[in-house]
């Protein structure tokens, strides 16, 4: 496209992805954040939770200071603790319940623009689906209507692969967009989805597939990769750089994701949606250059959309 892509887009990071350094030593949180926040191509910046609190309100500040925008995962939280919004189990719901609204509290106070989260596991027969995916829609209904009543951010799913990793119950598009009527039949708007392309290759989904029928309800997309070849060390949703060999995404998926996010109307000019960067470094990496290299592949894919 010849057009600028800040004109079509907000592009974000998810930090603890690209420095995961930070998960276990938070005082490296405001470094690298900063970092991040210093380079005019970044509008955006996906955290995790942090256990922390001193640290919320100097980050919440650099933010605004920075006129970045701030996001809120989730999801590391959500997978350590196994938790499943759709369980069966009152108790295993009121667990997960509880970290939720935890993570929207902090949300609320870093003045998040959202919250992303995932399902629960795969429970693999279609009728068990089916009462998993009403469970779950009952709960994010819930969560939703908490956060609306805070002043809180949008409530966003992130769509997992259903049987090579994470092998969560959403999973494949047409159970997002099923999952999706079913939290708007309950009277929650303020939630969409999230779809990332590292994802698509472990659902096997092509763009049109993963993008089309969620068109109404997609809030964020994110720019990953992923590797399918078994015994391969980054076999799977690990987020490797754009720049690793046997990597099933480069410069031509991001392109045709990128094309696709503009036929369906997410890449718009009047109001540009966050698309995030998400790689990891592997052994040997630096954060820096596995996203200086996501960089360059977005900018490449970009002029060839």
Request: include cysteine.
């Amino acid at each position: 496209m010849t057009e600028l892509l800040e004109q079509y887009l907000r592009l974000g990071l998810v930090h603890f992805m690209a420095y995961p350094e930070t998960i276990k030593d938070e005082s490296l949180l405001l470094p690298t954040a900063e970092k991040v926040a210093t380079d005019p191509m970044f509008r955006f910046l996906e955290i995790k939770a942090i256990e922390d609190r001193s640290l919320v309100e100097p980050l919440r500040r650099m933010a605004a200071s920075a006129g970045i925008g701030l996001g809120l995962a989730a999801q590391p939280a959500m997978l350590a603790r196994r938790l499943d919004p759709g369980s069966a189990e009152r108790k295993e719901k009121n667990r997960a319940l509880k970290v939720l609204r935890h993570q929207l509290d902090q949300a609320c106070a870093l003045g998040a623009e959202s919250l992303a989260l995932l399902s629960g596991p795969d429970p693999g027969e279609e009728n068990k689906r089916a009462e998993a995916l009403s469970r779950t829609a009952d709960f994010l209904a819930e969560l939703c209507d908490h956060s609306l009543s805070a002043g809180g951010p949008v409530i966003v799913l992130e769509v997992f692969d259903r049987s090579v990793d994470k092998k969560a119950l959403v999973g494949p598009a047409e159970t997002a967009a099923r999952l999706c009527d079913l939290v708007y039949a309950r009277g929650a708007e303020n939630f969409g989805v999230l779809v990332n392309l590292a994802h698509l290759p472990l659902l096997g989904e092509t763009p049109y597939d993963a993008l089309v029928p969620v068109a109404d309800y997609l809030k964020a997309a994110r720019l990953g990769n992923a590797v399918l070849e078994q015994g391969h060390p980054l076999y799977g949703d690990q987020h490797p750089g754009f720049g690793t060999a046997g990597g099933a995404n480069k410069v031509g998926q991001v392109r045709d994701f990128i094309h696709m996010l503009k036929n369906i109307g997410f890449l718009n000019r009047k109001e540009p949606p966050v698309v995030s960067l998400e790689v990891k470094p592997s052994a040997g990496e630096t954060g820096d250059w596995v996203v200086a290299c996501a960089k360059r592949v977005l900018l490449r894919a970009w002029a060839l959309a």
